[in-house]
């Protein structure tokens, strides 16, 4: 799809959801409830003296009910509506082709931790702070772009041989 | 440039310069605040009395921020010691929303008697601002009960009301420079300090993402 | 006027069925912009996929004059609706970490999602890591955390009112910014066409 209508297309979506929610996009607080809900029934005592999790349990209300969580619910099956239409729906490892299914994984993981880190420091990932926030004119949000992207092509010039084949790993 | 390209560029150019002309945000009255704006004109809590505004003043304590929301010409003539001027149709302004939604500071709103104040209290909860009290009985109050106490009438021995004389005799010391015997006072000069509030402090919460 | 869930005008139940909606066009929108494939997402850093900045400007702009406009015509009252509190030292921290995380895992948590729904094994494995780095930031708060995560406090701060202008003066500089840099990233990404082969070009869709 042209880059531009889905990035509008997607702007008005963000209106929307402030709209009827009064709440923006966001990724990462999904992930974040769902793993407090996970905490939260495996062991409950836990979950309630730990002072994150804590102010977030309501009685009677389960932490995993939330607007975030249904908004990666339905991240799932709009990916796979597009993929379907697009034919882009198999398994594969997306990787630069230079380098190995595995290090590809390691490096996934790794990069998954950083984000899960960096979220809940952050306060949110590139669509709940950055996005979002900017759509509202908050000052986080800025901070998080500039910190997501101007730390993003910095380290991008250190790792470039991930992405990019250099004359020092091509096969 | 593709034709859909240059529509949705354009689209967002003359949005950008169209946003150049409107207003800043302000709140909007909201619908809701109706049922929760009566239940909090219900409550007593929004009101302080003389004795207490009088106490934190004799206290310095930091948190009280005092707002006289007459004219300028009225708080000119005569105000409470460290008290600062919103006029009551000024309320609203964005340079005053910093004095007026916060909780760092317990905001007292006062006028001559008790209707310009609460006026004022009821403008600005039904916008969502928060943590503002009104002066019960405004000036008039404060004349009769800290300038001017009475001495408590009947000879039954009330011992609150004995405290309260003594406490508002003590204060009026303080206010009036009164000389213990007399019951005449001196008009006393108001010295107001505009305090400064360099940022507001929400409450710190975590977030979401 | 919106909001309509936080003044109760919808209740929790459609509040949620939206959310599930706006969500599945969520999914739609990034998976049709690419955004599963991690060397388009990595490609916004050395210049040779413009699509992150396209798309992510766009919707940021739209977004932020929409609500604006709304707002304006009385529609909406943005007053009402989330708005994150700024702390600016976890967020600084947290976004370099972010920035890190982008480059060596080449997906964001909801890029992720997306990409780990139409199969890509590694934003499986992406997913993985997430929630382990949040399981372990959450088993480690009280004692590493908490203090980092609540400093730079400042409340919730416009960034127009931060820097002094008008709301209006900042979205038309924004703005500006957004469409000066579409064109640069634009110039960027025609000088790789050169050193780009056919099938790297057909992968990446340019």
Avoid at chain 2, 84 to 91: A, F, G, L, S, T
Avoid at chain 3, 37 to 44: E, I, S
Avoid at chain 3, 147 to 157: D, H
Wanted: charged share 15%; with cysteine.
């Amino acid at each position: 799809m042209n880059s531009y209508l889905a990035g509008f297309l997607l702007g008005l979506l963000i209106i929307a959801a402030y709209y009827i929610s009064g709440e923006g996009l966001g990724s990462s607080g999904g992930y974040r409830d769902c793993v407090i809900a996970t905490i939260h029934d495996v062991a409950p005592s836990y979950a309630e003296k730990n002072s994150f999790i804590a102010p977030r349990l309501q009685a009677g209300h389960s932490p995993s009910h939330t607007f975030l969580v249904y908004l990666l619910l339905g991240v799932i099956f709009g990916s796979i509506i597009s993929a379907v239409l697009y034919g882009r729906l198999k398994w594969s490892i997306g990787k630069a082709p230079h380098i190995t299914n595995k290090k590809r994984l390691y490096l996934a993981l790794i990069g998954g931790i950083l984000w899960g880190i960096g979220t809940q420091l952050g306060r949110g990932c590139t669509s709940g702070l950055v996005l979002s926030g900017m759509a509202v004119n908050s000052l986080s949000g800025y901070i998080g772009l500039v910190g997501i992207f101007g730390a993003g092509f910095v380290f991008a010039y250190i790792f470039k041989s991930i992405w990019i084949k250099t004359s020092k790993n091509k096969k | 440039m593709r034709r859909l390209d240059f529509w949705i560029l354009s689209l967002l150019f003359i949005g950008g310069v169209v946003s150049i002309f409107l207003d800043d945000i302000k709140p909007l009255p909201h619908i809701i605040g109706q049922k929760e704006l009566l239940h909090q004109i219900n409550l007593e809590g929004r009101y302080i009395s003389t004795d207490e505004v009088a106490k934190m003043i004799m206290e310095k304590d930091p948190s009280l921020l005092l707002v006289d929301v007459r004219s300028p010409e009225e708080y000119n003539k005569y105000t409470l010691e460290g008290a600062m001027n919103i006029p009551y149709d000024k309320i609203m302004d964005k340079e005053y929303e910093a004095y007026l939604n916060q909780d760092v500071y317990t905001t007292v709103l006062f006028s001559n008697g008790s209707s310009l104040a609460d006026q004022a209290w009821l403008t600005l909860t039904s916008y969502g601002y928060e943590g503002n009290k009104v002066m019960k009985g405004g000036l008039n109050e404060w004349y009769r009960t800290i300038l001017h106490p009475q001495k408590p009438e009947g000879t039954v021995l009330d011992r609150e009301a004995e405290k309260r004389y003594l406490f508002r005799k003590g204060a009026q010391i303080y206010f009036t420079g009164a000389q213990i015997t007399t019951e005449s006072a001196p008009k006393p000069k108001a010295q107001p300090v505009k305090p400064v509030i360099k940022r507001k402090k929400k409450e710190v919460t975590g977030g979401c993402g | 006027m919106g909001p309509l869930f936080p003044q109760g005008l919808i209740n929790e139940e459609y509040n949620l069925i939206f959310a599930f909606l706006i969500g599945i066009g969520f999914g739609y929108l990034l998976e049709a912009a690419g955004f599963t494939n991690t060397r388009k997402l990595a490609g916004v850093f050395y210049g040779y996929d413009a699509t992150v900045i396209k798309v992510f400007f766009t919707a940021a702009v739209t977004a932020l004059i929409g609500l604006f406009i709304l707002h304006n015509m009385g529609w909406i009252d943005i007053t009402l609706t989330f708005y994150p509190k700024t702390f600016w030292i976890p967020t600084l921290i947290g976004a370099v970490i972010m920035g890190l995380g982008f480059v060596i895992g080449g997906f964001c948590p909801g890029t992720s999602l997306s990409a780990a729904s139409t199969g890509k094994i590694d934003a499986l494995v992406f997913i993985g890591g997430v929630i382990l780095g949040i399981a372990g930031f959450i088993f480690t708060y009280d004692f590493l955390w908490k203090e980092l995560r609540m400093s730079g406090a400042m409340g919730k701060v416009d960034i127009a009112q931060w820097l002094g202008i008008r709301e209006g003066l900042f979205i038309f500089l924004f703005t500006m910014l957004a469409l000066a840099s579409f064109y640069v990233f634009q110039l960027w990404q025609d000088s790789w066409q050169r050193k780009l082969s056919e099938e790297d070009k057909n992968e990446l869709g340019l």
